[in-house]
C-alpha cells in the first residue's frame, strides 16, 4: 500500500524555524507533483504550495519569501522548511503526493493521489 510518513512540526516561537519531510513508501513507478497543505483550527484545507519532479515550485502568498519546499526524487522524500514562522502559519499540515503505482496489492497501474496523516505546528506569540 502506498503511504506518505510525515515527520516534523511541534512548538515554536514566532520567527522560529521548523521543517517538516513526507516520504512516499509502497508500489511507486514515480510521483509526479508533491505539494503541502495546511487546516488551521475552524479554516479550511488550504494550498501552501507545489514542486514538480523537476524541482519547479509554487507557493501561496501568504507564505511566499518564508517557506520553501523540496525534494529529493532518490528518496520519493518531500521536504517544507518554514522559517520566519508566524501566530497566523499554526495549522496541521499535510503533505500530498501524485503517484503513479500500485494503490494496493490488488490495483493495477494508475495514478492516485495520496495524502500524509498531518503534523501539528504551533507558533506561539
Known amino acids: 500500500q502506498v503511504q506518505l510518513v510525515q515527520s516534523g512540526g511541534g512548538l515554536v516561537q514566532a520567527g522560529g524555524s521548523l521543517r517538516l519531510s513526507c516520504t512516499a513508501s509502497?508500489?511507486?513507478?514515480?510521483?509526479?507533483?508533491m505539494g503541502w497543505y495546511r487546516q488551521a483550527p475552524g479554516k479550511q484545507r488550504e494550498l501552501v504550495g507545489t514542486i514538480t519532479s523537476g524541482g519547479n515550485t509554487n507557493y501561496a502568498d501568504s507564505v511566499k519569501g518564508r517557506f520553501t519546499i523540496s525534494r529529493d526524487n532518490s528518496k520519493n522524500t518531500e521536504y517544507l522548511q518554514m522559517n520566519g514562522l508566524k501566530p497566523e502559519d499554526t495549522a496541521v499540515y499535510y503533505c500530498?503526493?501524485?503517484?503513479?503505482?500500485?494503490?494496493?496489492?490488488?490495483?493495477?497501474?494508475?495514478?492516485?493521489?495520496?495524502w500524509g496523516r498531518g503534523a501539528l505546528v504551533t507558533v506561539s506569540s
Open positions: 509502497g508500489s511507486i513507478r514515480s510521483i509526479n507533483i
Open positions: 500530498n503526493a501524485d503517484v503513479y503505482g500500485n494503490a494496493d496489492a490488488y490495483s493495477r497501474l494508475r495514478d492516485f493521489e495520496v
